[in-house]
């Protein structure tokens, strides 16, 4: 079992930045992938971004590339997901999961942990 708890979440205004966390608990961390999936209203789960279990290998959706980065520190047992040049299109509550492959990394049904969510809203 692996339990995931994202924070970082909130109010920003157009252009600016966020910082989420996925701190993990529970079974050794560094052997999954850990990935950031978005949910808004209406929505289906989106893929955002994936990072590897050595952070050797990165992948982000075409929406966020460029602007968001993904990082894990295996000695804290935590991800996170750097939120630079928010647009209000990025709002909905944002989700962390990991998995054991880098196979199927977007697909959210092969993930076998998932935080609670942590909301984003951007302001225009």
């Known amino acids: 079992q692996v339990q995931l708890v994202e924070s970082g979440g909130g109010l920003v205004q157009a252009g600016g930045s966020l910082r989420l966390s996925c701190a993990a608990s529970?079974?050794?961390?560094?052997?999954?992938?850990i990935s950031w999936f978005r949910q808004a209203p209406g929505k289906e789960r989106e893929f955002v971004a994936a990072i590897r279990d050595s952070g050797g290998s990165i992948y982000y959706a075409d929406s966020v590339k460029g602007r968001f980065t993904i990082s894990r520190d295996n000695a804290k047992n935590t991800g996170f997901l750097q939120m630079n040049s928010l647009k209000p299109e990025d709002t909905a509550v944002y989700y962390c999961a990991v998995k054991p492959l880098w196979v199927g990394i977007t697909d959210p049904t092969r993930y076998d942990y998932w935080g609670q969510g942590t909301q984003v809203t951007v302001s225009s």
């Open positions: 529970g079974r050794t961390f560094s052997i999954y992938v």
